[in-house]
């Protein structure tokens, strides 16, 4: 019912948001047929007007670009001349991304304050932030939650520590984040989820906190989160300025191991700026700290991220792999099976660099060889419509099946350490 509204609305001539709205923009596949075109494919993603959405090394998996209409043509004839098959999925993203934002937001209105915390709309950070408040005030021996920095637009970091209330020993610790990029709303809600089963599902998920402790930062990049809501939904950065012109760091770049050396840009407009230095922005480093501080104590680093339904850990700077690369994958595949027996959905595991691209200056990389934390793993969870804007009416099965992996995941991990 609320879409017929929302397509009425549309239909009747009500006028776009003022935020950016991607008006006329495409989003194509591109089908590599062998590793000359995935060539191609890979030296096209190096033009910062084309943004890549998801770029796998894999043939036969799709590559997938946003291209602005004064470059359509252009990326076409390019494709064209090489041959290369695409296939337009989207031939206006704008008018997409509008109608899911009325949805999203008509969702919100509706539900109102009917309920603690929904998963029938993405929610907006300072209820997320209310959210782990309320859980920490109704559930005190069990949730704390800290401020572990502030964000460039002063925004409180909340961190969520989640306990089954044993305190008579130092527990072993697993580390969550989510929304390091922006525009990629499914990884908060994951989060969020995650929270939701190990406080208010306590009794069925008691065993993941017997000897764990669970601390949680679901948004971690939370003035870029807000800005997609508000002003441009495909943001991806940070919000602190960097020139004149332009805005933002990708905090995924930004860490301090191998920092800037492959993959990440130098231009300060680019998706994928690492940033003037390491470390240059009050989130990463934020988030830094609260590594090194359960340094020891920590043995499982999990990054939420969109999409492509990938369970990645190091490097992200080199193909090589880690030493201990065989205990990563382990956890990794736990997840990936558990996730297959229960809903038949396929996750690729491997190391980053050799599943999609390398990308130095990473968090997970970061967590693995300076915090010491032994498993480190980025979940890319599934697209949904073009990529990053999965529909309100995904947001439960898809963080429902996240769960399923990460509870194996937990599980082997638990197991192991």
């Given at each position: 019912m609320y879409l017929k509204i929302i397509l009425s609305l549309l239909l009747c001539g009500i006028a776009l948001s003022k935020a950016d709205s991607y008006l006329g923009y495409k989003v194509y596949d591109i089908d590599a047929k062998n590793d000359f075109e995935k060539e191609v494919i890979f030296r096209l993603s190096g033009n910062?007007?084309?943004?890549?959405?998801?770029?796998?090394?894999?043939?036969?998996?799709?590559?997938?670009?946003?291209?602005?209409?004064?470059?359509?043509?252009?990326?076409?004839?390019?494709?064209?001349?090489?041959?290369?098959?695409?296939?337009?999925?989207?031939?206006?993203?704008?008018?997409?991304?509008?109608?899911e934002r009325l949805q999203n937001n008509f969702l919100r209105a509706a539900l109102g304050r009917s309920s603690r915390i929904s998963f029938s709309n993405f929610q907006r950070f300072g209820a997320i932030n209310a959210y782990l408040d309320e859980l920490a005030k109704a559930y005190p021996n069990r949730v704390s939650v800290k401020t572990i920095g502030k964000s460039y637009e002063n925004r409180d970091m909340k961190a969520i520590t989640i306990t089954d209330g044993d305190l008579s020993h130092k527990k072993k610790a697993i580390l969550v984040d989510g929304g390091i990029h922006a525009r990629e709303w499914i990884a908060p809600a994951a989060t969020i989820y995650i929270i939701h089963q190990l406080v208010e599902n306590f009794e069925k998920n008691s065993n993941l906190l017997k000897e764990y402790d669970w601390i949680i930062l679901p948004v971690v990049n939370p003035d870029g989160y807000e800005y997609t809501h508000t002003n441009s939904r495909m943001w991806r950065k940070t919000r602190r300025p960097i020139d004149g012109k332009c805005f933002g760091t990708d905090g995924n770049r930004n860490f301090d191991y191998h920092w800037g050396e492959v993959g990440a840009s130098a231009v300060s407009c680019a998706d994928t700026f690492k940033g003037p230095t390491a470390f240059s922005e009050p989130e990463t480093r934020a988030l830094r700290d609260l590594m090194l501080t359960l340094k020891g104590r920590a043995k499982m680093y999990l990054t939420l991220h969109s999409y492509g339904s990938y369970l990645l850990y190091p490097w992200g700077w080199t193909s090589e792999l880690p030493e201990t690369w065989r205990d990563i994958d382990e956890v990794a595949q736990a997840g990936a099976s558990a996730i297959k027996k229960a809903t038949g959905s396929q996750y690729t595991v491997g190391s980053s660099t050799n599943v999609l691209y390398a990308a130095a200056g990473g968090s997970d990389d970061y967590a693995y060889a300076e915090a010491k934390i032994p498993i480190a793993i980025t979940m890319e969870l599934p697209a949904g419509g073009s990529g990053f804007d999965p529909s309100p009416d995904q947001i439960q099965p898809y963080v429902e099946e996240t769960w399923i992996g990460i509870k194996a995941m937990a599980e082997k991990v638990i197991e192991k350490y």
């Open positions: 910062d007007d084309y943004d890549f959405f998801d770029l796998p090394k894999i043939i036969g998996k799709p590559a997938r670009v946003m291209v602005q209409p004064k470059d359509q043509m252009e990326f076409e004839t390019t494709l064209n001349k090489f041959g290369i098959d695409y296939n337009v999925i989207n031939e206006d993203i704008g008018q997409t991304l509008e109608i």
